[in-house]
């Protein structure tokens, strides 16, 4: 099986720009969730996604979001990029509500 | 907040000896925990994981114990080898909701041949 799938892996933006990011998950995978990992940091929890519904969402603020389409492919998109949006950008699928996460190699997001 | 916790930043043995990395969680809804492994520019890998209703889990070189009352949990790695070197990371969540997991800072191990 091919794994987690994330495009573009390196990215870089601008202070006030937007950005879209793509995460394909394993086939038959319904979950997906994104994390965001900064520096030092562990990874920090963004929003879930199980059948193109949002099931969890983090604290971020509203101008992250995302979405899943019918293919169980999902988008994030950051609006008015700040330069502390700079980070790691993971995207993890698993199977079931109790299995762990199989991530993606993240997309690395550069805001200058 | 930090309900997620890894005191040690980095951790350093000997080949063949034994790594002990630790976790401390503090919100009691947590009852399945996970080790993820991550080497530079890749994603983390599950390693291994334990549910609330035991208190150890073994897979070939690596233990996961758990204490409840204590809410603390570790990862045994016997025997340690240099391609164990890597950044590991507790996370928790509760069971029927581990897309949600909340992890800690990550514990970097180096294991010296």
């Known amino acids: 099986k091919a794994g987690v799938t994330q495009t573009p892996r390196y990215l870089i933006k601008t202070r006030g720009q937007q950005v879209t990011l793509s995460c394909s998950p394993i086939s038959g995978h319904r979950s997906v969730s994104w994390y965001q990992q900064t520096p030092g940091q562990g990874l920090q929890f963004l929003f879930e996604y199980f059948s193109e519904t949002q099931r969890n969402k983090g604290n971020f603020p509203g101008r992250f979001s995302g979405r899943q389409f019918s293919n169980s492919r999902s988008e994030m998109n950051v609006s008015t990029l700040e330069l502390g949006d700079s980070a790691l950008y993971l995207c993890?699928?698993?199977?079931?509500?109790?299995?762990?996460?199989?991530f993606g190699n993240g997309t690395r997001l550069t805001v200058t | 907040d930090q309900q997620v916790k890894q005191n040690s930043p980095s951790l350093s043995v000997q080949e063949g000896r034994i790594s002990i990395l630790n976790c401390d969680y503090t919100?009691?809804?947590?009852?399945?925990f996970l080790w993820y492994k991550k080497y530079p520019a890749e994603g983390p890998t599950f390693l291994i994981s334990i549910s609330s209703i035991k208190d150890k889990n073994e897979d070939g070189r690596f233990t996961v114990f758990l204490n409840k009352s204590a809410k603390h949990l570790s990862l045994h790695i016997v025997p340690s080898q240099p391609g164990d070197s890597a950044v590991y990371f507790c996370a928790a969540s509760a069971r029927t909701n581990a897309g949600k997991s909340t992890f800690g800072d990550g514990t970097t191990l180096t294991v010296k041949p």
């Open positions: 993890a699928s698993s199977y079931g509500s109790n299995s762990p996460l199989h």
């Open positions: 919100n009691s809804m947590f009852d399945y």
